[in-house]
């Protein structure tokens, strides 16, 4: 068995019996090889695949263990991959380089994401002026944040320092667009979590990406 960036010969006829994909399970990433290749397993028609309920991928001859796994870079954590960038660009840029990455700007669901990741920038942060950005805006709407999914802020799953987010305008105005992006970090460690705060879209910060993981056979 080999996953499919590592056997491009594969041959689809092989596998002509049912395969199951459960929307839960990540998709298959495995494929049988044409040709022997060191490592890899050779079965014989018909070869059955299916996943069963907790994504185990099962052929009729073996169970195949398969777990999560991020690519070089990204970190894993609670079954999601995270990438924390070393250069510092704008929200917008940023949120595009996290999706030529296959990912996005990180999304905040639970308590204990927010905890890892701000224990991971007191790591990473280098000053306490050298934040990063997460996937929160109100940018189509002033005070109404949206997570990159378009999912609105659950307001009782907030990490806003206090004070924040407060739209600042610039000292005489000069930004009347306010302060629609949303960072995080603090380098000497948050106070309940708290480390959010909204800033302008165009200030250069560092960023968080978050994806899925794939699935390894390497485990
Ligand atoms: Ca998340
Ligand atoms: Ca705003
Ligand atoms: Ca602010």
Same mark, same amino acid.
């Given at each position: 068995?080999?996953?499919? +960036?590592?056997?491009? #010969?594969?041959?689809?006829?092989?596998? #002509?019996?049912?395969?199951?994909?459960?929307?839960?399970? =990540?998709?298959?990433?495995? =494929?049988?090889?044409?040709?022997?290749?060191?490592?890899?397993?050779?079965?014989?028609?018909?070869?059955? =695949? +299916?996943?069963?309920?907790?994504?185990?991928?099962?052929?009729?001859?073996?169970?195949?263990?398969?777990?999560?796994?991020?690519?070089?870079?990204?970190?894993?954590?609670? &079954?999601?991959?995270?990438?924390? @960038?070393?250069?510092?660009?704008?929200?917008?840029?940023?949120? /595009? /380089?996290?999706?030529?990455?296959? &990912?996005?700007?990180?999304?905040?669901?639970?308590?204990?994401?927010?905890?890892?990741?701000?224990?991971?920038?007191?790591?990473?942060?280098? @000053?306490?002026?050298?934040?990063?950005?997460?996937?929160?805006?109100?940018?189509?709407?002033?005070?109404?944040?949206?997570?990159?999914?378009?999912?609105?802020?659950?307001? #009782?799953?907030?990490?806003?320092?206090?004070?924040?987010?407060?739209?600042?305008?610039?000292?005489?105005?000069?930004?009347?667009? &306010?302060?629609? %992006?949303?960072?995080? &970090?603090?380098?000497?460690?948050?106070?309940?979590?708290? %480390?959010?705060?909204?800033?302008?879209?165009?200030?250069?910060?560092? @960023?968080? %990406?978050?994806?899925?993981?794939?699935?390894?056979?390497?485990?």
């Amino acid at each position: 068995l080999y996953q499919v +960036h590592h056997c491009m #010969s594969v041959t689809l006829g092989l596998l #002509s019996p049912v395969v199951v994909f459960p929307p839960l399970c =990540l998709p298959l990433s495995v =494929l049988f090889c044409r040709y022997p290749r060191p490592g890899a397993v050779h079965l014989q028609n018909p070869v059955h =695949l +299916h996943y069963d309920d907790n994504c185990n991928l099962y052929s009729n001859l073996l169970k195949v263990d398969t777990c999560p796994k991020c690519e070089e870079g990204w970190e894993l954590h609670g &079954g999601k991959c995270y990438y924390f @960038s070393t250069t510092k660009s704008t929200w917008n840029q940023s949120r /595009d /380089d996290c999706r030529s990455k296959g &990912g996005d700007l990180v999304k905040i669901d639970s308590r204990e994401e927010q905890s890892f990741l701000e224990l991971r920038l007191r790591q990473k942060m280098d @000053s306490d002026y050298d934040k990063f950005w997460i996937g929160l805006t109100d940018s189509k709407e002033e005070d109404k944040w949206l997570w990159v999914d378009d999912s609105p802020l659950n307001t #009782s799953l907030t990490f806003w320092i206090r004070g924040e987010p407060d739209n600042w305008n610039g000292r005489n105005g000069e930004v009347p667009e &306010g302060e629609d %992006c949303a960072a995080m &970090g603090k380098k000497s460690g948050a106070a309940d979590l708290k %480390c959010w705060f909204d800033i302008f879209c165009k200030k250069n910060y560092k @960023s968080i %990406c978050e994806k899925s993981p794939g699935l390894s056979l390497d485990c």
